[in-house]
């Protein structure tokens, strides 16, 4: 098992804020609330906003979700780059896929300058070639390249990651038969979880996220009171620097990657 690691020059933030259903006249104050969530590290001394990340929403403490805390830390870290090093995917892709942080090539847009100059990206290049023979336009090879590329390389990774993280919600819904919630952040770090009832939480982002070839794991406990949920605004902040009792960590290094030739 992997032992904790508070994080110096990392920190995580929760800014959790809830908002009072609307009630009508005579009607009990609300028991459910919006959880708006804010994610920032600070890789280097630089706070950052966590853009386009998936954490979870489980139903009770960490204590009484031990089990799978401790099945999400024995899990290998999942490298992308030794992923698709692994596929024999050009330099070129892996840069473009690393500069936001991509798990496949459908989370950004293709651009036409990574088709020619300086830029390119020569698995984009072969497969926008086939694409013109296939919908003779350059406007259609453009917008269809994806489904010219091979499958590893087009999202792969992407499906395994979504494997590893199916095979773990699973076992936290089987021990609180509870359904597990879901959030991706924005392009400011900010999510959104809707319909929360009173209770406490465990919050996580189950398979590590992947910051300057490091793995970052982080398991949190938060209580959602119904004081809370009756206020019309409360902010909440959780750190992994200032707050132990409530964060946990795991911080891992990446392993070296080997490419595979094509």
């Known amino acids: 098992m992997v032992a904790r690691a508070i994080i110096v020059s990392y920190f995580f933030l929760f800014t959790f804020s ?5 009630a009508h006249t005579q009607t009990p104050p609300a028991t459910r609330g919006v959880i708006q969530m804010q994610v920032r590290i600070k890789p280097g001394g630089v706070p950052k906003e966590l853009q386009r990340k998936r ?3 489980i139903k009770g403490t960490r ?7 401790a099945s999400i830390k024995q899990a290998a870290p999942m490298s992308r780059e030794c992923y698709y090093l692994s596929k024999g995917a050009s330099p070129a892709l892996i840069k473009w896929l690393d500069d936001n942080g991509c798990d496949s090539v459908y989370c950004r847009q293709i651009e036409e ?9 020569p698995e984009f290049q072969a497969a926008y070639k086939r694409g013109l023979l296939e919908f003779k336009t350059p406007e259609l090879a453009q917008r269809w390249l994806t489904v010219n590329l091979p499958a590893d390389i087009r999202d792969g990774f992407y499906l395994q990651k979504q494997q590893a993280i199916t095979d773990l919600v699973k076992q936290a819904e089987g021990s609180t038969r509870t359904k597990v919630m879901s959030v991706m952040t924005g392009k400011d770090g900010t999510a959104y979880l809707t319909d929360i009832e ?8 189950l398979v590590g996220i992947e910051v300057k070839k490091t793995s970052m794991l982080w398991v949190c406990e938060k209580e959602v009171t119904a004081g809370n949920l009756s206020i019309g605004k409360v902010n909440w902040i959780l750190s992994i620097e ?7 960590s795991d911080k891992r290094q990446l392993p070296d990657c ?5």
């Open 258 to 262: 080997e490419r595979t030739a094509k």
């Open 242 to 248: 200032k707050d132990l009792k409530a964060c946990e």
């Open 18 to 22: 809830f908002f009072l259903e609307t």
């Open 113 to 121: 300058k990574y088709l020619s100059g300086s830029d390119a990206v």
């Open 55 to 57: 954490f979870f929403l």
């Open 198 to 205: 009173p209770g406490t939480y465990t919050i996580t982002n």
């Open 63 to 69: 204590e009484e979700n031990r089990e799978l805390i």
